[in-house]
RNA sequence: GCGCCCAUCGUCUAUCGGACAGGACACUAGGUUUUCAUCCUAGUAAGCGGGGUUCGACUCCCCGUGGGCGCGCCA
């Protein structure tokens, strides 16, 4: 019997990274066991469920290069099928009607649980069971007509011959009734795997208020697609040995359910914020070209650019780059108005003497050929004369040159900017910012 | 409240009874005779507590503690 799994998204415009990661290891599953990876888009919520919101969950696995295998089968043209599968349980004597809790609004239909202990076999969690009297009976049509969430659930699964559902630990209790729903309609429940879920630094569910939280967020923060992918496959999962930046090949011939940890793993920013940056330092600067200027796109210095020129900045500053958003702060090499930043400002430039060196300085830089080589000499000859020790001087200059702290090295960034460019900023810091 | 699940450095994790509990992020200290967000080196840091089982336990069992999840005519 070949593997078929299955992601159920309901196309609400958003996708949680918790939700994603379940199709991540979905998809692995499917992909190493040579499997299909398939698509339910559970749109029974006619308000919420619009083209553009289903498009939305289509972009955010296409950005993850998370391909699905046959056509998307939609909940919502599904109704008719479920409502015969909950009369058929009622002709079975394994549902009935009645008005639960005597609402007044008329009879709904309820499985009844068969009455004994249930046992089943996580493929994460081991061995699960229940007892009778911890399972109740539950509503499959509710009394409006419309089918709920369990009975839409193991009807479609059905359908789509699902062999392995792979989901979030807060199913595990469904499960008993799931499978007594199988057991009721004659079929062979599907194995069972539960996912622990995605905490934040508090322990709690990783929600929108711990920063990015929808896979939207993550590609507008700069992240690249294989290094989230990467990052939320590593977290609950390893492949048993060191191995942390792996191919999605590797992924796939190392992933097995047995290795999946049980317990919540937190969610690290940071890690990430590294991983990400190891994807992008390997990256053929063609590709990080396209990603940068994607992420720039909108911006008129970055539109304006040379070609040839934005090229060299790219090339310097990629192996620094650890989230494409930190492009934006490349402005000082297009363009004049870029900002000076307060804290920079006051420790390099707002100093006795500064203003001066850097005025001699530009006298020293006029003279000579701009080269790294040159420039650093005339540099070292100016911290001599200022007085001061060989590289004290590097910071006030960067800061006097791009307005911020930190970049990349300070003599390169300088032959890139031209004489004319960091000799008109020299000046300009040494009269508005230097005492 | 009841039921189920979980528990290794701050974080993500390795270890499936047997040598100094390994790696990564973060952090700290050096180095790269220039900055640095790159790179290199080194260091700090963990088996929740208590009982067992065993020659031997992080690993198996029990109790406690802590945390998570579930208990809808939500999904």
Redesign the pocket.
Known sequence: MSVRVRFAP?PTGNVHIGNIRTAIFNWLFARHEGGKFLLRV?D?DRDRSTPEALQAVLDALNWLGINYDEEPLYQSGRIEAHLAIAEKLVQNGHAYKE???G?G??D?TIFKMPGKDAVYTDLV??E?R?EAK?L?D??IV???GTP???LANIADDIEMRITHIIRG??????TFKHVALYEALGVTPPKYGHLP?I?NAQ???YSKRDGAAFVGDFKAKGFHPDALFNYLA???W?P???R?KMTRQEMIEAFTLD?V??????M?L??LT?MN?EYV?EMTLDDFIARVKDVLAGTEWALNADESYFRKVAELMQ??T?LYS?AS?WKYFFADDFDYEEKPVNKGLKKDGVGQVLINLVAGLEGVDFL?AEI?KVIHTAEVAAGVK??KL??SI?VAVTG?A??????ETMVLLGREKVLKRLKYAADNFCG
């Not at 630990?169 to 469904?174: G, I, K, P, S, Y």
């Not at 940890?261 to 937190?266: C, E, I, M, N, T």
């Not at 930190?406 to 003599?411: E, S």
């Open positions: 309901s559970e029974t008005d639960k809790g609402t609004k008329g709904c969690k081991g699960l229940k911890d109740k539950f509503v509710r009394s409006d709920t969430f369990h630990d807060d199913h595990v209790e469904n879920m905490v322990g709690k569910p590593l977290l609950g390893s048993g040995d060191d942390e290795r940890k049980s317990g919540p793993s937190q690290d940071v890690k590294h940056a330092a192996s620094r650890h930190y702060g790294t650093e060989q590289g590097n910071f960067r911020c930190t970049g990349a090295g300070l003599y």
